[in-house]
């Protein structure tokens, strides 16, 4: 046991402490499904060790940027306006998915959605009326007071109040496991390394959306250029030691969600304030000045889900919206300042385009521009006429100085490689059995129901659906 | 004519930054007040920033609730840059805001105004304790007491009075309604904007764990100093409309108001005071914690020196209570304009304007 140096004796008694239980549940994890399933253990009063990766200070995963939970109800439900049936919510998720998801688990995610809100009222987490600028998800989605930090807070003091050993800075490496069961595992606190032992183990230490090498070694190398908008502390290691050691996979290893967000963001950690909504009353060029797409073809959600990829697909992975004095005002208020000049040239230069390559584009643009009446906040038919590369909605001249300037990179906000669970949150291996005791939730396992596309507050009721089916299980394997 | 705030531009410059950010991200716009004053606008002047500053309770609950706090390089920390500019806008609005510094800053200047207060009326008491009066008026006539506090009593509140003006001349306030001046009232009543927005409560002493201590000893505090106030105001009408000098018995509003206001009033000051120990500093203007500190201590002293003559009526002891009392009280009065104490004025003038804002 190595327990030297620079920490202070609190830490060391208590990582002794952690290496000489035999834990009934051990949860890999910090974030909304992590603590679901802790605080869902400790309920049955079991042992429960919560292993978060992050310091106390960046702790919850990706639950820190989150702000609201879909959830499905009969009738009106705490803030929650009118009804949103199974088969709509399912519906729904079927359009974004193109059928991507396993229904039984999928259906299961949204019958059990409904009582998970009383349940996460329980936990202290409160909900308020929907955000201004989110009234279209009033009706369908449940936004947490104070956001996704606050819930994740919420649930931290349940858990500590419900006995839930909290360790942070604990990097998990390697899971042992024979003949399908789980024995121990393997983690690093503070640089230095410990083996726990466990009697069951429930997975939610998300994606690999933080780890660079493994996203250029999938989508390419232009992938080093994209910005990770969530935790910097999903690496993927626990999915990849659980791949190597015969987990089945679900959803495609190559994708990731992404949406075209300031490209002047942290490299991690932006979250929400990166977001840009200006496109549709922008010309969006790449870097050679020229259009690449219509930026006028839909409205927000379908808008927001298609750009990080199309920006992805040029130049060096980003672009630039381009808009007038027209407009500014037109949407969200954006974290950094646009870029402004009094004359398209001199945009130009500070964006670093060539200035004439953009005012001839520009100009292009403007000249294909039709009369007519201009609604920004629905599809208003406004478009251009003659253009090879028409926009179809919200065409309005850019000539109206001073003009400005937003550069657009890709933001990854998940990525859909996960584990195979059944309808216990289970972890399947590759021979369609499950791991005796192993269970998955959250991010780790979501590419079972959301396989492709993007559905607000969806995540986190993946992850507290499966979080509290796995904590539940888990305790029950050990009871 | 627009007055021209003095305030450092760092501090403002500051609060823009990350002003600018929460406006982008409005997670905290069901927490109070501020968020959606911030919501309604766009482009943020001085004066806006001083009006959210002034409408900031310093509840918290933004800062745990933050993704974006130290070390994000965002570096986030609202409570304490709304608080350093609120500071900085009761010195610049003050007059002569050299004293506000002093004050707001030194819990050491706060004592030797005390001290002094209460050496002036031990002196005065040894000299002229000649009368023929009966309760504190043996000691000291009411005429004496009278000349001596009236001036000290009006002179702040016309200070106040002036810094409100230029206060609202900062923010580009609006004639006020009644309807605005109710709205901040009941706000202030209830204290609504340390509620956490449900009545959860604050952040202030437990962490990320929300209480509602502060919220009841604030409101111990300001309806005990209310209560006090009322019962002077009621004595000084007894007195001179009729004719009914002090001493009062039980039964009389003197007492029945200033009896359950004393004890209110030492009880939130106790309770704000310890709170205070158990907060986080750095979520709060750093540079007054001093000032603010001595301040809540004076505050209950002088309740608690009240109680204590009341309760040493016909003792031996009631002279030099006496003194120290009413050596508490002027330092009160004197300090209103340059202490915590202005708080109060400035907050109700920001909920005021607040219920304009919302209003349009």
């Given amino acids: ?479 | 004519m627009s007055v021209k705030s003095p305030i450092t531009t760092e501090v403002i410059t500051e609060a823009q930054r990350q002003i600018r950010i929460c406006n982008a991200c409005r997670y905290c716009e069901g927490y109070c007040s501020v968020f959606p004053a911030i919501n309604r606008q766009r482009q943020f002047a001085t004066g806006d920033i001083i009006q959210l500053a002034n409408l900031c309770h310093n509840c918290q609950g933004c800062y745990h609730a933050c993704q974006y706090i130290e070390p994000h390089e965002f570096k986030i920390n609202l409570p304490q840059s709304l608080a350093n500019v609120r500071v900085e806008s009761w010195q610049t609005h003050s007059i002569p805001s050299f004293f506000a510094i002093r004050f707001q800053q030194s819990g050491v200047a706060i004592a030797a105004i005390l001290v002094i207060a209460i050496a002036l009326f031990i002196i005065t008491l040894q000299n002229l304790n000649t009368t023929d009066g009966n309760g504190f008026y043996a000691y000291m006539s009411h005429s004496m007491m009278v000349l001596m506090f009236t001036p000290l009593f009006i002179a702040p509140l016309i200070i106040i009075a002036a810094m409100l003006k230029r206060y609202w001349q900062t923010i580009n306030g609006k004639p006020i309604r009644l309807t605005h001046v109710q709205q901040a009232i009941s706000s202030a009543a209830t204290m609504k904007n340390l509620s956490g927005g449900q009545g959860q409560g604050c952040n202030y002493e437990a962490g990320d764990r929300f209480t509602n201590k502060r919220r009841w000893f604030h409101q111990a505090t300001m309806f005990g100093f209310l209560l006090c106030f009322a019962s002077t105001a009621t004595a000084t009408i007894l007195h001179y409309v009729f004719q009914l000098p002090a001493p009062y018995p039980l039964l009389s509003l003197p007492k029945l108001l200033g009896l359950p206001g004393g004890i209110l009033l030492v009880i939130g000051c106790a309770g704000l005071a310890w709170l205070k120990v158990k907060a986080n500093p750095d979520l709060g203007a750093t540079s007054v914690r001093g000032g603010e500190m001595a301040f809540i201590l004076l505050l209950g002293l002088t309740g608690a020196t009240g109680l204590l003559l009341y309760f040493a009526t016909g003792t031996s002891l009631v002279p030099v209570l006496l003194a120290i009392h009413l050596g508490t009280v002027l330092s009160l009065f004197i300090l209103m304009p340059y202490s915590k104490m202005v708080h109060g004025f400035f907050r109700l003038a920001a909920l005021i304007h607040d219920a304009q804002q919302k209003a349009r």
């Avoid at chain 1, 870097?287 to 298609?306: C, L, M, N, Q, T």
């Fill in chain 1, 1 to 479: 046991m190595i327990l030297a140096g620079k920490h202070d004796t609190k830490m060391n008694s208590q990582t002794l402490n952690l290496t000489t239980t035999t834990w009934d549940v051990i949860v890999v994890g910090g974030g909304n499904a992590a603590l679901c399933a802790a605080i869902e253990a400790a309920s049955t009063g079991a042992t429960v060790l919560l292993l978060e990766g992050a310091p106390p200070v960046y702790r919850g995963g990706n639950s820190r940027h989150t702000r609201n939970f879909r959830c499905m109800h009969k009738g009106p439900l705490s803030n929650l306006t009118d009804t949103y049936h199974i088969d709509e919510y399912f519906d729904d998720l079927i359009r974004v998915t193109k059928g991507q998801t396993d229904e039984k688990l999928a259906k299961l995610a949204i019958a059990e959605s409904e009582a998970c809100l009383p349940w996460m009222e329980a936990q202290g987490i409160r909900f308020q009326p929907s955000l201004s600028g989110t009234l279209s998800l009033s009706r369908t989605n449940a936004f947490f007071l104070g956001g996704g930090k606050a819930l994740v807070n919420a649930l931290y003091n349940t858990a500590e109040d419900l006995g839930v050993t909290v360790q942070y800075n604990a990097m998990v490496e390697k899971l042992i496991i024979k003949n399908s069961r789980f024995e121990s595992l393997q983690l690093n606190i503070n640089e230095q390394r410990h083996s726990i032992v466990g009697k069951s183990i429930v997975l939610a230490s998300g994606g690999f959306q933080s780890n660079l090498d493994w996203l250029a070694q999938a989508w390419g190398p232009a992938a080093r250029n994209f910005l990770i908008r969530g935790t910097p502390y999903n690496k993927g290691v626990v999915l990849k030691n659980m791949l190597d050691q015969g987990a089945q996979s679900v959803g495609d290893p190559t994708q990731c969600h992404a949406v075209a967000i300031d490209g002047r963001a942290p490299k991690f950690d932006g979250g929400i304030v990166t977001r840009l909504d200006c496109v549709p009353f922008s010309v969006v060029v790449n870097k050679s000045a020229h259009r690449f797409y219509d930026e006028g073809e839909d409205v927000w959600p379908k808008r927001y889900a298609i750009w990080g990829r199309l920006v992805a697909a040029q130049e060096d992975q980003i672009a630039y919206a381009i808009i007038d004095s027209k407009s500014v005002d037109l949407f969200m208020p954006s974290v950094f300042p646009a870029i402004q000049a009094d004359t398209l040239d001199k945009l130009a230069q500070q964006l670093g385009l060539n200035e004439k390559a953009l005012t001839d584009t520009v100009e292009q643009f403007n000249n294909a521009c039709q009369t007519g009446d201009f609604h920004p906040t629905e599809l208003d038919g406004l478009r251009t006429h003659g253009l090879e590369l028409p926009k179809t909605n919200w065409a309005r001249p850019v000539n109206k100085p001073p003009f400005y300037g937003y550069p657009l990179r890709p933001g990854v906000t998940f990525t859909y490689l996960g584990l195979k669970i059944n309808e216990t949150a289970q972890v399947m291996t590759d021979l369609d059995t499950p791991f005796k005791n192993i269970w998955a939730a959250g991010e780790i396992m979501a590419g079972n129901v959301l396989g492709q596309g993007y559905l607000a507050g969806f995540g986190m009721t993946i992850g507290t659906v499966f979080g509290r089916k796995a904590g539940q299980e888990a305790a029950r394997h050990v009871s």
